[in-house]
């Protein structure tokens, strides 16, 4: 049974950073692509950030590219998101989420779904 657990949401200031976590069991990242998505309320789900598996070519929404960086650790089967200088407009339920695919990371391609971390951003 494939789990994805996430960690490291919170409430920050306008600038802060967060490093979010995303643990896996039952999949390795070695053989599926990792990525992270979010929702903020009223919104629809959104593609922020994505990293091939064994942890290669990343790509990133165009509103979060500079600021965030996705990245992975083989030995403990985890991906982080590592935000900084966060803005009010970063605020939502941050998702972990693999997939098996490649291109454009559609929020119907994903094959699992962690829970869910919460982020907020005050200005």
């Known amino acids: 049974q494939v789990q994805l657990v996430e960690s490291g949401g919170g409430t920050v200031q306008a600038g802060g950073s967060l490093r979010l976590s995303c643990s ?10 990792g990525g992270w998505f979010r929702q903020a309320p009223g919104k629809e789900r959104e593609f922020v950030a994505g990293i091939s598996r064994n942890y290669g070519v990343t ?12 990245s992975g650790d083989s030995g403990k089967n985890t991906m982080y998101l590592q935000m900084n200088t966060l803005k009010p407009e970063d605020t939502a339920v941050y998702y972990c ?3 098996y695919g490649y291109g454009k990371w559609n929020p119907q391609d994903v094959a699992y779904w962690g829970q869910g971390t919460q982020v907020t951003v005050s200005s």
Not at 27 to 32: H, V
Request: net charge positive; hydrophobic share 35%.
């Open 59 to 70: 790509g990133y929404s165009d509103s979060v590219k500079g600021r965030f960086t996705i």
């Open 24 to 33: 896996a069991s039952g999949i390795t990242f070695s053989s599926a692509n």
């Open 97 to 99: 989420a693999v997939r």
